[in-house]
Nanobody, 127 residues
Framework: QVQLVESGGGLVQAGGSLRLSCTASGVTFSVYAMGWFRQAPGQEREFVGGISRGGGSTRYADPVKGRFTISRDNAKNTVYLQMNSLKPEDTAVYYC????????????????????WGQGTQVTVSS
């Protein structure tokens, strides 16, 4: 059973940066593609970005392109989300998720394709 634990959230002023981490336990981390999602109050959970199993391929949602960067360290069972130039509209609970489908050629952005989820970490950006 995959267990995912996010950390690194907090309160930051607009224009600032945060780095979220998501650490997996109980698994061979490198077999999972990983994704980051976020959910703001009253809104649906949305894709932020994803990274392939080996880390060579990434994919981002348009609102975060050029500001957010996903990376992973398979030796540490950890995926990161570096968030720069934060905006108030980035305020949300951020979740990491693991996709175990080894047949997928491209990082998926579909919420339903991810099999395991962390508990989320709150990010609040003040104006």
């Amino acid at each position: 059973q995959v267990q995912l634990v996010e950390s690194g959230g907090g309160l930051v002023q607009a224009g600032g940066s945060l780095r979220l981490s998501c650490t997996a336990s109980g698994v061979t981390f490198s077999v999972y593609a990983m994704g980051w999602f976020r959910q703001a109050p009253g809104q649906e959970r949305e894709f932020v970005g994803g990274i392939s199993r080996g880390g060579g391929s990434t994919r981002y949602a348009d609102p975060v392109k050029g500001r957010f960067t996903i990376s992973r360290d398979n030796a540490k069972n950890t995926v990161y989300l570096q968030m720069n130039s934060l905006k108030p509209e980035d305020t949300a609970v951020y979740y990491c998720a693991a996709d175990e489908d080894a047949s997928r050629f491209r990082v998926t952005l579909s919420l339903t394709d991810f099999d395991y989820w962390g508990q989320g970490t709150q990010v609040t950006v003040s104006s």
